[in-house]
């Protein structure tokens, strides 16, 4: 046909405007381009003398109905593209007389229904597209006549679980795209059956856990994509014993806080792990990977990470290169390995691997600070983006605030409730547990839970505090008035003062001096939940003056004095 592009067995009558098949196509054609059409039907019999052709592609026409495609016998063809077209239903036997096809894209149509054998008589096909489409679940029965399926691509359909069993036929499935289908769940067994996956992507889903008992299942998996998932934590034991495992993906998670302790566990074959551009991504334990005996790339930039612990770097004896730039790196001690003489790892962009913390070495590039500089000890320092400011809860919703904090010892991590009391790691008390890494979870949260909780990361060298504001149904309570401090023990050098914690406290500041005339004035500021505070190193027989001043949230500060004679 004029207007048509032929090249030896191909022949392209792309973007012609048509509305049917051009005639007079050559008998010796393998590739028919019919791309960007008007047809909405084929007629009978049109296309019936191209007994060689292998590749037709009717993509982006007007075919609303299968039927309407009246194909007939191709037994050569390979490769059938029906994207962008306006189909809507797959009944029974849609594709008859195309037993030899191996590739079929439907994707980008309209689909809402396909009936259990739509997809009979192809028992060749290796990739089928049905991505992109107005699916709202999964059947298994559409399988069960594809045994040579290798790549299967199901992603953006309105899918919001894939349960037991889903795609058990498909034995030789090799790729599996669920991506952008709104999935928040994987049932344990939902990949039972794909005995030769090898690629698997969750990309952009809402799933808030890792399906990890589903990924016990599949036991050959080399590529994992689960990246932009709200996920906030990478457990513990999330990725275990995924034996053949190469590439894990977990980028782009706008929730994700902290790696726990042992969340990625017995990888013999890991080689690379992308972890980037994850805005709250402020923590890694420095237990978080274990038994990785072969991951050579370890990518970490643009994260909310203030340190890389010595002892993740080195639980991985093969690690050849790592990125951090784009964190707001700590320099004064964690990260001291960077500049060792001993570390045997590539900074990657080591240009742009900037200091955020101290003060003074502000925007120095990490590898010119001297390693002298660097400490061996540090104060922990709570990270501001793991801990929002406030949060708003309904009432039996779970909430989980997470804190976490780096420094050298390591921290210990409490949390004191608005009305005082502490919450310790591993001793669940009520509805409230507190986990080792530093996450509190309140089960259940009803107006009563609402308050000031606060958060305190310690070690040796001192604390760090930080609040956040849960409020329940617009609930918030205030602080009621009256503070009281007492003298508990009076001794010749020490006096022992106490007090009951208030509502929602802010800040507590005790000072102390002696009355006499040139006394000097001392002062603490006590991290929260503090009932009692030892005042030491006094003289004996002396009159002593102390005051608690505290703050509040949402009240006026208040203040209580005592006096008393060593």
């Given at each position: 046909p004029r207007s048509a592009y032929r090249d030896a067995a191909t022949v392209d009558c792309n973007d012609l405007l048509a509305a049917a098949v051009p005639r007079g196509l050559p008998r010796a054609t393998h590739t028919l381009l019919l791309q960007g059409n008007g047809i909405a039907r084929l007629e009978r019999g049109a296309l019936g003398h191209l007994r060689n052709l292998s590749e037709l592609d009717l993509s982006q026409n007007s075919f609303a109905r299968v039927r309407d495609l009246a194909l007939g016998d191709l037994p050569r063809l390979l490769s059938l593209h029906l994207e962008e077209n306006q189909l809507a239903e797959l009944p029974d036997c849609s594709f008859p007389g195309?037993?030899?096809?191996?590739?079929?894209?439907?994707?980008?149509?309209?689909?809402?229904?396909?009936?259990?054998?739509?997809?009979?008589?192809?028992?060749?096909?290796?990739?089928?597209?049905?991505?992109?489409?107005?699916?709202?679940?999964?059947?298994?029965?559409?399988?069960?006549?594809?045994?040579?399926?290798?790549?299967?691509?199901?992603?953006?359909?309105?899918?919001?679980?894939?349960?037991?069993?889903?795609?058990?036929?498909?034995?030789?499935?090799?790729?599996?795209?669920?991506?952008?289908?709104?999935?928040?769940?994987?049932?344990?067994?939902?990949?039972?059956?794909?005995?030769?996956?090898?690629?698997?992507?969750?990309?952009?889903?809402?799933?808030?856990?890792?399906?990890?008992?589903?990924?016990?299942?599949v036991p050959g998996l080399k590529f994992l994509d689960l990246n932009k998932n709200p996920l906030q934590r990478v457990k513990q034991s999330d990725f275990v014993n995924m034996l053949h495992l190469k590439e894990l993906g977990l980028n782009n998670m706008e929730e994700l806080v902290s790696v726990d302790k042992f969340a990625l566990i017995n990888l013999p074959e890991l080689t690379k792990l992308d972890m980037t551009n994850n805005p709250k991504l402020s923590f890694i334990h420095p237990s978080a990977f274990h038994r990785l005996p072969r991951m050579e790339t370890l990518m970490l930039n643009n994260n909310a990470l203030s340190a890389l612990h010595k002892q993740t770097v080195e639980s991985l004896p093969n690690l050849q290169e790592?990125?951090?730039?784009?964190?707001?790196?700590?320099?004064?001690?964690?990260?001291?390995?960077?500049?060792?003489?001993?570390?045997?790892?590539?900074?990657?962009?080591?240009?742009?691997?900037?200091?955020?913390?101290?003060?003074?070495?502000?925007?120095?590039?990490?590898?010119?600070?001297?390693?002298?500089d660097m400490t061996d000890r540090c104060l922990p320092l709570i990270s501001a983006k793991s801990l929002p400011a406030r949060l708003e809860a309904a009432p039996g919703e779970d909430v989980a605030l997470h804190c976490r904090a780096l420094a050298e010892p390591e921290p210990e991590i409490y949390w004191v409730t608005p009305w005082g009391a502490k919450l310790v790691p591993t001793v669940e008390d009520g509805r409230y547990r507190v986990h080792p890494e530093g996450t509190l979870e309140i089960r259940g949260v009803t107006a009563r839970d609402a308050g000031l909780y606060a958060c305190v990361a310690h070690n040796l060298l001192g604390a760090d505090?930080?609040?956040?504001?849960?409020?329940?149904?617009?609930?918030?309570?205030?602080?009621?008035?009256?503070?009281?401090?007492?003298?508990?023990?009076?001794?010749?050098?020490?006096?022992?003062?106490?007090?009951?914690?208030?509502?929602?406290?802010?800040?507590?500041?005790?000072?102390?001096?002696?009355?006499?005339?040139?006394?000097?004035?001392?002062?603490?500021?006590?991290?929260?939940?503090?009932?009692?505070?030892?005042?030491?190193?006094?003289?004996?027989?002396?009159?002593?003056?102390?005051?608690?001043?505290?703050?509040?949230?949402?009240?006026?500060p208040r203040a209580a004095c005592v006096s008393a004679r060593t």
């Amino acid at each position: 046909p004029r207007s048509a592009y032929r090249d030896a067995a191909t022949v392209d009558c792309n973007d012609l405007l048509a509305a049917a098949v051009p005639r007079g196509l050559p008998r010796a054609t393998h590739t028919l381009l019919l791309q960007g059409n008007g047809i909405a039907r084929l007629e009978r019999g049109a296309l019936g003398h191209l007994r060689n052709l292998s590749e037709l592609d009717l993509s982006q026409n007007s075919f609303a109905r299968v039927r309407d495609l009246a194909l007939g016998d191709l037994p050569r063809l390979l490769s059938l593209h029906l994207e962008e077209n306006q189909l809507a239903e797959l009944p029974d036997c849609s594709f008859p007389g195309l037993g030899g096809l191996q590739e079929l894209y439907l994707n980008h149509n309209q689909l809402r229904r396909i009936s259990p054998r739509a997809f009979a008589g192809l028992g060749s096909l290796l990739r089928l597209h049905l991505n992109s489409n107005l699916l709202r679940a999964v059947d298994s029965r559409w399988f069960q006549a594809l045994p040579s399926l290798e790549i299967l691509m199901m992603g953006g359909n309105k899918v919001d679980a894939i349960v037991d069993m889903n795609f058990r036929p498909l034995c030789n499935l090799r790729s599996l795209v669920l991506a952008g289908m709104g999935l928040r769940d994987v049932s344990d067994y939902a990949l039972e059956g794909l005995r030769s996956l090898e690629s698997l992507s969750f990309y952009d889903n809402r799933l808030a856990d890792v399906p990890k008992r589903a990924l016990q299942r599949v036991p050959g998996l080399k590529f994992l994509d689960l990246n932009k998932n709200p996920l906030q934590r990478v457990k513990q034991s999330d990725f275990v014993n995924m034996l053949h495992l190469k590439e894990l993906g977990l980028n782009n998670m706008e929730e994700l806080v902290s790696v726990d302790k042992f969340a990625l566990i017995n990888l013999p074959e890991l080689t690379k792990l992308d972890m980037t551009n994850n805005p709250k991504l402020s923590f890694i334990h420095p237990s978080a990977f274990h038994r990785l005996p072969r991951m050579e790339t370890l990518m970490l930039n643009n994260n909310a990470l203030s340190a890389l612990h010595k002892q993740t770097v080195e639980s991985l004896p093969n690690l050849q290169e790592i990125s951090i730039h784009g964190n707001p790196i700590r320099c004064d001690c964690v990260v001291r390995w960077v500049n060792s003489s001993e570390s045997r790892v590539r900074l990657m962009e080591p240009q742009s691997t900037l200091c955020a913390e101290p003060p003074e070495l502000e925007r120095r590039h990490v590898r010119d600070v001297p390693f002298r500089d660097m400490t061996d000890r540090c104060l922990p320092l709570i990270s501001a983006k793991s801990l929002p400011a406030r949060l708003e809860a309904a009432p039996g919703e779970d909430v989980a605030l997470h804190c976490r904090a780096l420094a050298e010892p390591e921290p210990e991590i409490y949390w004191v409730t608005p009305w005082g009391a502490k919450l310790v790691p591993t001793v669940e008390d009520g509805r409230y547990r507190v986990h080792p890494e530093g996450t509190l979870e309140i089960r259940g949260v009803t107006a009563r839970d609402a308050g000031l909780y606060a958060c305190v990361a310690h070690n040796l060298l001192g604390a760090d505090t930080r609040s956040v504001s849960v409020t329940v149904n617009s609930s918030f309570p205030l602080s009621e008035a009256g503070l009281e401090l007492a003298v508990l023990e009076v001794q010749p050098y020490r006096i022992l003062v106490a007090w009951e914690p208030q509502l929602n406290t802010v800040s507590c500041n005790l000072t102390w001096s002696s009355l006499a005339p040139a006394g000097t004035r001392a002062a603490a500021r006590l991290p929260a939940g503090t009932r009692a505070y030892n005042i030491t190193r006094l003289q004996p027989d002396t009159a002593y003056w102390a005051c608690l001043r505290v703050a509040f949230l949402a009240s006026p500060p208040r203040a209580a004095c005592v006096s008393a004679r060593t």
